[in-house]
């Protein structure tokens, strides 16, 4: 029965994909007729979203891979089924594609991590299952599937479970796991067919001078993707000065503050910044667009402000923007190393020094672009970032993320049992 749920998490994975496309359609063709009217439409557009998420899909705010961690570590299943709803599915698929809309720096591949947990955990609570080890390796495999279904890379998913969602190797490298995977990503493939998600490269980097670019962009995408996480972990926990009682108070009012600011930013940059950063990656990639210093330095900004917005939505699709986008000025400075190479290494080093996942930044990278002859040095890339990023932000941004999530809705799960009981007894 759960070979049914993985082929479901492929078809809805599909189906999301080009529900996002569609709305990234929609932004740009919005854009091209007139860029100011961003001004009104991402503020607007941030106010409907976190009206909607409080009313109807509350707990589909943020990324979903946190959420998912969170509940593998979860041993009340009661809270478990109010993380991992069909509802807050929905939610997730709905006000990711609204956000792309309205030029929200987010991508779906966090979403779809969360939307194939909750679909296996529906389908765990189908079969009647009630051992925690079962029903935790259901959600560890609907997750890892929906990563892997989202990029089209099966190898990531597995890796992604290894790595980031779970820390029972037994649990990780369990034949569901992989069973789940494979039918999620042969559904995907079947109707997408078996493209890569950056199209193909032929860079490589022979052992020698070129390797410079391995230093280069493990040391700079570590620091900044370490500094990033370190922020986003900080602005978990609250936001500075007179700005937290004012999104406590005004919370639509603060979501129409962000949402300005991801406009204006996207007029300094042209555009560039709204949305994924699929179509801005992709030609850095191949070659066929170049952008300034300026470019992942905004994109930077507009990831952070919408994290703060608390709206749906993912990171690694925009961290891999910004990875391209570091490469690609980096790579002007590194007249011996292909071009294309040193785009690839940005990837995998900001990526890394993010997520602090590297061996899944090192396979995301090589399966995304189809390129295997830059395996060596996209994970001495990865693990030089992986070292810098620790020494900035000592805790993984998922893992904290998930630990201040749990800790949160134990404490909510905590205080309504102590409300109900004072409810039945009085005295």
């Known amino acids: 029965m759960y070979c049914s749920g993985a ?13 996002g496309d569609a709305a990234a359609d929609l932004r ?35 990324s979903g891979i946190p959420q998912t961690i969170a ?78 279904a989202a990029f089209n890379t099966p190898l990531a998913g597995v890796v992604f479970a290894i790595e980031e969602l779970a820390h029972s190797f037994e649990q990780k490298s369990s034949g569901r796991t992989l069973t789940v995977i494979i039918f999620s990503g042969i559904t995907a493939i079947a109707l997408l067919g078996n493209y890569t998600y950056f199209g193909r490269t032929s860079a490589s980097i022979p052992v020698g001078v070129a390797w410079l670019a391995v230093l280069v962009c493990g040391v700079s995408g570590g620091l900044a993707g370490g500094l990033f996480a370190r922020l986003v972990i900080r602005l978990s926990k ?37 949305g994924t950063g699929y179509l801005q990656a992709r030609g850095i990639v191949d070659g066929s ?9 905004l994109k930077y900004l507009s990831m952070l402000i919408t994290f703060c917005s608390g709206i749906p939505g993912g990171m690694f699709a925009p961290s891999l923007a910004i990875g391209a986008g570091m490469g690609g000025w980096i790579e002007q400075f590194l007249p ?42 996209l994970l001495a890339t990865a693990f030089l970032a992986f070292g810098v990023s620790r020494t900035v932000c000592p805790h993984p941004l998922y893992s904290a993320l998930a630990a201040g999530f749990m800790e949160k809705t134990e404490r909510k799960a905590g205080q309504e049992k ?8 009085p005295s």
Not at 7 to 19: D, E, Y
Not at 38 to 62: C, E, H, K, S, Y
Not at 337 to 343: K, R
């Open 418 to 425: 102590t409300l109900s009981r004072q409810e039945t007894d």
């Open 71 to 148: 509940t593998l570590h979860m041993h009340n299943f009661m809270l478990v089924d109010r993380i991992l709803t069909l509802r807050i599915a929905l939610g997730k698929i709905l006000m990711t594609c609204l956000g792309l809309i309205c030029g929200a720096s987010i991508g779906r591949e966090g979403p779809s991590v969360q939307i194939g947990a909750s679909i296996m955990h529906a389908f765990s609570r189908a079969m009647g299952q009630h051992n925690d080890v079962t029903r935790h390796g259901m959600i560890l495999a609907g997750g890892a599937a929906g990563m892997a």
């Open 238 to 274: 609250g936001l500075p000065g007179s700005l937290r009682p004012f999104a406590a108070r005004f919370p639509l009012g603060f979501a129409a503050l962000c949402g300005l600011l991801l406009a204006l930013i996207g007029l300094a940059s042209d555009g560039a910044t709204y």
């Open 7 to 19: 082929v479901l998490i492929g078809i809805i994975s599909v189906i999301f994909a080009h529900l």
């Open 289 to 297: 667009l170049h952008y300034p210093a300026s470019f992942f330095l």
């Open 336 to 377: 011996h190393t292909s071009p294309g190479a040193v785009v690839l290494l940005g990837m995998a080093a900001y990526f890394c020094g993010v997520a602090q996942s590297p061996l899944t930044a090192t396979i995301i990278v090589m399966e995304v672009c189809d390129n295997q002859q830059v395996t060596l040095a």
């Open 28 to 62: 740009y063709h919005i854009v091209a007729l007139n860029a100011w009217s961003m001004l009104l439409i991402a503020p607007l557009g941030l106010v409907a979203i976190t009206w909607l998420t409080r009313l109807l899909f509350n707990g589909a705010q943020g």
